[in-house]
Nanobody
């Protein structure tokens, strides 16, 4: 059974930083693109960032460009999301997801999802 497990969330003051991790277990993720999405209370899940298998291709939502950085370590089957200069509006549950093929900004194109990690930014 393939699993994606997120970690690294927490409570942080505005302007602070966190590093979210997503560890994949159960299989090697050769050829898989990874993505981060988030969902705030009462809102739809939204795209945050995506990265291709080699790590050479990345894309970000406009709202996080310049503040968030996605990366991956394929030897560890782990993808990271460094979140800096956090704002209260970044408060959400953050989910990682995997899809075979090219990176995508569309949640419905991802076939594997983690359980999420809560990020709360206090003003």
């Amino acid at each position: 059974q393939v699993q994606l497990v997120e970690s690294g969330g927490g409570l942080v003051q505005a302007g602070g930083s966190l590093r979210l991790s997503c560890a994949a277990s159960g299989r090697a993720f050769s050829g898989y693109a990874m993505g981060w999405f988030r969902q705030a209370p009462g809102k739809e899940r939204e795209f945050v960032a995506t990265i291709g298998w080699s790590g050479g291709t990345t894309d970000y939502a406009d709202s996080v460009k310049g503040r968030f950085t996605i990366s991956r370590d394929n030897a560890k089957n782990t993808v990271y999301l460094q979140v800096d200069m956090l704002k209260p509006e970044d408060t959400a549950v953050y989910y990682c997801a995997a899809r075979f093929g090219l990176p995508s900004t569309y949640a419905h194109q991802y076939t594997l999802w983690g359980q999420g990690t809560q990020v709360t930014v206090a003003s």
